[in-house]
């Protein structure tokens, strides 16, 4: 999410830019998805399952910070309990079915299942937890997809240095043939790393999530390279070894949020704020030439220059690695939130602290309350940035398969959202209207099924379509109006913005 929000300037040039979008995704009334587009949910391990120190499994650095620091979170809340899923897998599951899903997005805790971070020891109890999950899912035909790290990596390795170590990429290749080899028999989807960016510039070059390194311009970028190379070992991982027994797929879900020209003049600038803020990540992968964007090398490798450093910053790729790196997704994961406006004029020199990501990338992104909806600061609610982005990503990348992993709207709890149920169908509708002219979505996952632990914010954003009740030890879930909503778009696989829920209890739909 945005870390500055710069609320005075002229809406005017927003405006203008906007219109004709505002009006595009509202043409229909009702809406058909094509056929065979699936619709999930999506959670995180750390988020959702609690039983932190439960059966064998070891401390992850969120587990680490959260409790050595509790405060850091707003609400000093942790993720020992969460939702408890660990323990009531089945009632999420139940709700899965209650919504008519297809498929549910979960995420594997590395230290749950290797206690020591290696392959060395196996936790039998942390294996049994997600065999149970699998079979509970795929005995009511939902399919499980797989992110192997969501975030909460072993504390061990991060005493060894995390993403910062280059040794992390044998380290994640071995832990992704781990999980391939106990679930690769069912599990036919998998996301290696959720969100790069957050990992690598929020957790190590800046301080807003786990393992706050705040090494700014520098660590964002050794860890950049690092799970690039982790991510493509363990594509080639099963490419080589997984593959032709277990005819799965394996991507990676990126954080893309659309970055705007505040007005014609800022084009450019708005154009180098997506390759730094995401086609960073993506080039490197779904170019044909590979490696990080020219602009990102060219412009971190000067600043380096200037400011005496003996060599770029940015960790290069050599051109082996470029090579091992290159066309190793077989589908383009997308989480997608909000759209930020972009500017550039002297204001920005010694805008940000130097050297820095920021200033290597030398623009100014701002949100205006003119697209605040309800009462978060979190989503800003901007469909038509949704469908910007969704088109960028046809046109560079050769219009690649895209899964929406993540896409979703917080409130501060509630179950009347209608805040969310606006936000989910105007940025389906901006969705529907990138795949009518060609863009090739097969999938989206709502963010998420029910409320969680939502990192640096605790428990005061709230994502779920089920509401969960953290005052009641039993974390009992209720269904939200968005519930209701996201379930009527399943079961008629159409957007009816007309609709209204009458049921407020939910039921099964028998298939
Ligand atoms: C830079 O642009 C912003 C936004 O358009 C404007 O408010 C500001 O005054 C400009 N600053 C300079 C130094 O030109």
Known sequence: MMLRFLTLFALIFCISVTESHKIKSARHDVRNFPEGFLFGTATASYQVEGAWDVDGKAPNIWDHMTHNDPCLIKDCSNGDIADNSYYLYKRDVEMMRELGIKFYRFSLSWPRILPTSFPDEINEAGVQYYNNLIDELLKYNIEPMITLYHWDLPQKLQELGGWTNPFIVDWFGDYARIAYRLFGDRVKYWMTINEPYQVCYQGYGDVTKAPRLNMKGIAEYMCGKNLLMAHARAYHIYDDEFRSSQNGVVFIAYSAQWYEPESENEIQAAEECNQFMWAFYVHPIFSETGDYPPIVKERVAAKSAEQGFARSRLIEFTPEEVDYVRDTADIFGLNHYSTNFVYRNDSVNGYYESPSFYDDMGVIMYQTDEYKIGESDFTKSIPWGFYKLLTKIREDYNNPTVFICENGFATHGGL????????????????????????????????????????????????????????????????????????????????????????????????
């Open 416 to 511: 009347n959202d209608d805040d969310r149920v606006q936000n989910m169908r105007t940025y389906l509708s901006a969705m529907l209207d990138a795949i009518e002219e060609g863009s090739d979505v097969r999938a989206y996952a709502f963010w998420s099924l029910m409320d969680n632990f939502e990192w640096m914010q605790g428990y005061i954003e709230r994502f779920g379509l089920y509401e969960v009740d953290y005052e009641d030890p039993e974390r009992t879930r209720t269904p939200r109006k968005s519930a209701f909503v996201y379930k009527e778009i399943v079961k008629t696989h159409s957007l009816d913005f007309h609709y209204e829920p009458t049921d407020t209890v939910m039921t099964i739909d028998e298939l």
